[in-house]
């Protein structure tokens, strides 16, 4: 069974950083694309970086590209979301995805990731 643990959340003012993790187990992590994805309170979840298996690829939603970094050690199973410049629309429960299928496509929508964690809450305050 595919298990997603985030970690790294917290309060930072605006301006800041935080990096979140993301602790996979249950199947090769390797061969899977990893996303980032948040929910701030009234909205829908939306997609924010995803990376491929190898980490070769990178896709990032408009509003973090230059601010925010996806990246990932497979050697430990891990996914890591970099956030500098944070801004108070930033405040999210941001969440950690992975597809069913191995291989790299460019995956932006929440119905095409098949697990998810619990999630981690940012806020970033002004």
């Known amino acids: 069974q595919v298990q997603l643990v985030e970690s790294g959340g917290g309060l930072v003012q605006a301006g800041g950083s935080l990096r979140l993790s993301c602790v996979a187990s249950?199947?090769?992590?390797?061969?899977?694309?990893m996303g980032w994805f948040r929910q701030a309170p009234g909205k829908e979840r939306e997609f924010v970086a995803a990376?491929?298996?190898?980490?070769?690829?990178?896709d990032y939603t408009d509003s973090v590209k230059g601010r925010f970094t996806i990246s990932r050690d497979n050697a430990k199973n891990t996914v890591y979301l970099r956030m500098n410049s944070l801004k108070l629309v930033d405040t999210a429960v941001y969440y950690c995805?992975?597809?069913?299928?191995?291989?790299?496509?460019?995956?932006?929508?929440?119905?095409?990731?098949?697990?998810w964690g619990q999630g981690t809450q940012v806020t970033v305050s002004s």
């Open positions: 990376i491929s298996p190898a980490a070769v690829y990178t």
């Open positions: 249950g199947r090769t992590f390797s061969s899977y694309v």
């Open positions: 995805a992975t597809p069913a299928q191995t291989g790299w496509a460019r995956l932006r929508r929440v119905s095409e990731y098949d697990y």
